[in-house]
């Protein structure tokens, strides 16, 4: 059970956009910690998509974009390509005694 | 470009140890903190432990407290975890990654090395 809350699956056709959620917690999202969202493909190393809610490592396309609001977070992929089809995380930080880094449970993007 | 590249996974029984490393290149490693993530088969990502550039600033998974330890060695751009008293929960693909920090978040990972704890 991961400590923010992605759903496991989206799905969009070439050109469409879809929206991935990230919902955590007043401990972690909501405690105004920034929020990071990796790309992962299977075998690969994961890559840094967005830093600090909505900024873009140099490389990344400005199909991806993200926001928050409150204790919640969300990725938006527009103009989808066949080559988005990756697994997506939001990650962020906790002020609870478990763990420093949490990670959402990953959504898995399919473009049909 | 930066580099960061694992080693030492492997097949072990329950109870059993693994030291795991990570040689990092293409930037001035002593400078950045670091941390240990993992992916178990059909999981999520989860983070297991990090340390601060000089090494003396360290936080762990509580599930893995008292059984793993992150160390570095600046000098020889290497990471390193050792994993004692190995359960069959901890097997998984274990990524090292550069911890930028709270604003800019893991920038660089590398490509794993698997680690399965199974009698």
């Known amino acids: 059970q991961s400590v923010l809350t992605q759903p496991p699956s989206v799905s969009g056709a070439p050109g469409q956009s879809v929206t991935i959620s990230c919902t955590g917690t007043t401990s972690n999202i909501g405690e105004d910690f920034d929020v990071h969202w990796y790309q992962h493909l299977p075998g690969r190393a994961p890559k840094l998509l967005i830093y600090?809610?909505?900024s873009r490592p140099s490389g990344v396309p400005d199909r991806f974009s993200a926001s928050r609001s409150g204790a919640s977070a969300s990725l938006v992929i527009t103009g989808l390509q066949g080559e988005d089809e990756a697994d997506y995380y939001c990650q962020s930080y906790d002020s609870g005694p478990t763990s420093h880094v949490v990670f959402g449970g990953g959504t898995k993007l399919t473009v049909l | 470009q930066v580099q960061l590249v694992e080693s030492g996974g492997g097949l072990v029984k329950p109870g059993e140890s693994l030291r795991l490393s990570c040689e990092g290149s293409?930037?001035?490693?002593?400078?950045?903190?670091m941390s240990w993530i993992r992916q178990a088969p059909g999981k999520g990502l989860e983070w297991v432990a990090y340390i601060g550039s000089s090494g003396t600033t360290i936080y762990y998974l509580d599930s893995v407290k008292g059984r793993f330890t992150i160390s570095r060695d600046n000098a020889k751009d290497s990471l390193f975890l050792q994993m004692n008293s190995l359960r069959a929960e901890d097997t998984a693909v274990y990524y090292c990654?550069?911890?930028?920090?709270?604003?800019?978040?893991?920038?660089?990972w590398g490509r794993g090395t698997r680690v399965t704890v199974s009698s």
């Open positions: 990654a550069r911890d930028d920090g709270y604003s800019y978040g893991f920038t660089y």
């Open positions: 600090g809610d909505n």
């Open positions: 293409g930037f001035t490693f002593g400078d950045y903190f």
